[in-house]
């Protein structure tokens, strides 16, 4: 069993800096890609950033202010979130794309999600 747990999240004004991280817990073969989402209320969910390898990919409303970054050999992604805005408030997602053995192929997890509010 495959599990994401998140931590990180709270309340910061408005130009501040928050630190998300999602560590995955469980039977773990190989992450392919690590990334996170987000969703404000009365929105759909929204890639915010991802990485696989050393590649990263960004949102353009945050690319120069947050900052993706892995650790394989703990199985954790951070999310380094500077310079944030009040529209950045919503709860920010974890997703793993990861295989459990070589023999099982890729599936999506998800974390449970963490608050973060910005205020103006």
């Known amino acids: 069993q495959v599990q994401l747990v998140e931590s990180g999240g709270g309340l910061v004004q408005s130009g501040g800096s928050l630190r998300l991280s999602c560590a995955a817990t469980?039977?773990?073969?190989?992450?392919?890609?690590m990334g996170w989402y987000r969703q404000a209320p009365g929105e759909q969910r929204e890639l915010v950033a991802a990485?696989?390898?050393?590649?990263?990919n960004y949102a353009g409303s945050v690319k120069g202010r947050f900052t993706i970054s892995r650790d394989n050999a703990k199985n954790t992604a951070c999310l380094q979130m500077d310079s944030l805005k009040p529209e950045d408030t919503a709860v920010y997602y974890c997703?793993?794309?990861?295989?459990?053995?070589?023999?099982?192929?890729?599936?999506?997890?998800w974390g449970q999600g963490t608050q973060v509010t910005v205020s103006s």
């Open positions: 997703n793993f794309r990861l295989r459990q053995s070589i023999i099982i192929r890729f599936d999506d997890y």
């Open positions: 469980g039977s773990i073969f190989y992450i392919d890609t």
């Open positions: 990485i696989t390898g050393g590649r990263t």
